[in-house]
């Protein structure tokens, strides 16, 4: 199977500045600005599928292994008796490797993570969406230009939004007693919780990277200076990986998706992580001792949305499917059943009493001010974290 880099084309690294430049503008102002009430937006009335062409047929996804939550595909068949076929996966590694395979083909829509366009953009097996037919003016203005910003290319849209999230710090509430004002990146290798903490390699030297940056240890501009060349990643990288290697004893798990979360907390001994929001505030929506929360140096955000493959057979019935998750019902399904946060106006009034008290609980104060969105992952940035992620896990 060829790499990414056996099928960047010339002018990939001209294109991905590009992308970059196009980021610029999409600080962290504009991607929250609307997002926290949207409700004034709601939409009237009960959601009805109108689209007479996707009244039937069938329907392939490619999705993250905990965004999409029962009811919400049992209740869009019910509604427009679409069958959907559904296939897991639990990182957007696995999701490239799949598409690469198949050049897009067996699937009708897949889940990219916005940050990824640049890599995605070079795979080309995306087919440009047709927004005549989407109702993208329910969409919080902030989570759609989290995809146009980064997605459009040649004049045309190639990503939707589908829910956002972050990623910080979660640990058992009945072994570990911590507060937001002494919260951080670095409290994941205090000594207390040595051969206890859990965490996905590559995040976890993000993670160090933005505590020494806060410590003034080894600054990096919040750890975005490592996205400006080769060179500086590498210098960046070295001093966190080190760290993390001396350090590696701190490490009860490496995670690679929402279950193996889960269970580190519940059955395999992990105390505290750097997770996702989704896995540990879902056990915390269930009763359990855990809970999730941004530290002082900001909770990663990111939002996963949706692309057509270039080899989608239902057209009709995918447009349908997007168009039913992008009601304010539905988002809101998605949110209260995933612990993820939705995109779609009017989703707020629709969410859970106990949704909305774990949001508050993850993001108090100024956390939200202080988040920190993932920049474009660049095929070149990607491959060299990888590397360094390698080099910690194998240690």
């Not at 240890?217 to 990986?241: C, F, G, H, Q, W």
Request: glycine share 8%; with cysteine; hydrophobic share 40%.
């Amino acid at each position: 199977m060829p790499k990414l880099k056996d099928v960047m084309p010339k002018d990939a690294t001209s294109s991905a500045m590009k992308t970059l430049e196009a980021a610029r503008a999409f600080n962290r102002r504009t991607f929250f600005k609307g997002a926290l009430g949207a409700g004034a937006a709601l939409a009237s009335g009960p959601f009805l599928v109108r689209d007479a062409l996707a009244s039937s047929g069938e329907l392939s996804l490619l999705i993250w292994s905990d965004e999409l939550p029962d009811p919400v595909v049992p209740e869009f068949t019910k509604k427009t008796g679409i069958k959907v076929r559904t296939t897991p996966f639990s990182q957007n590694e696995e999701q490239i490797n799949k598409l690469q395979a198949t050049d897009g083909e067996g699937f009708d829509l897949c889940m990219p993570s916005f940050s990824r366009a640049p890599e995605f953009r070079e795979l080309e097996v995306f087919a440009p969406l047709d927004t005549s037919k989407l109702k993208l003016d329910t969409l919080i203005p902030s989570m759609l230009e989290g995809s146009t910003s980064l997605w459009t290319w040649d004049g045309k849209l190639y990503h939707v939004p589908h829910c956002w999230g972050s990623e910080a710090i979660s640990w058992r509430t009945d072994l570990a007693k911590l507060d937001y004002k002494n919260l951080s990146y670095g409290t994941l290798w205090l000594p207390e919780f040595k051969g206890k903490m859990q965490g996905r390699p590559h995040s976890l030297l993000l993670g160090i990277g933005l505590w020494m940056d806060a410590t003034g240890k080894l600054p990096s501009n919040r750890m975005r200076d490592s996205y400006k060349d080769e060179e500086t990643a590498r210098r960046i990288y070295d001093v966190i990986t080190k760290f993390a290697v001396e350090n590696k004893a701190q490490v009860k798990q490496f995670w690679d998706g929402a279950d193996k979360t889960k269970s580190g907390f519940m059955e395999n001994g992990c105390v505290i992580g750097q997770t996702w929001d989704g896995p540990p505030l879902s056990l915390k929506k269930q009763g359990k001792p855990v809970t999730y929360m941004a530290p002082q140096e900001g909770a990663i955000a990111w939002i996963d949305g949706w692309s057509m493959t270039k080899g989608a057979k239902n057209i009709e019935q995918a447009y349908a499917f997007l168009n039913f998750i992008h009601t304010p019902e539905i988002s809101a399904m998605i949110a209260n059943g995933s612990g993820y946060n939705p995109v779609v106006k009017g989703a707020d009034a629709f969410l859970s009493e106990v949704a909305k008290k774990n949001f508050a609980e993850a993001y108090p104060d100024d956390a939200l001010a202080k988040l920190w969105r993932r920049p474009p992952d660049t095929s070149w940035y990607t491959q060299l974290r990888n590397q360094y992620a390698e080099k910690f896990k194998a240690a």
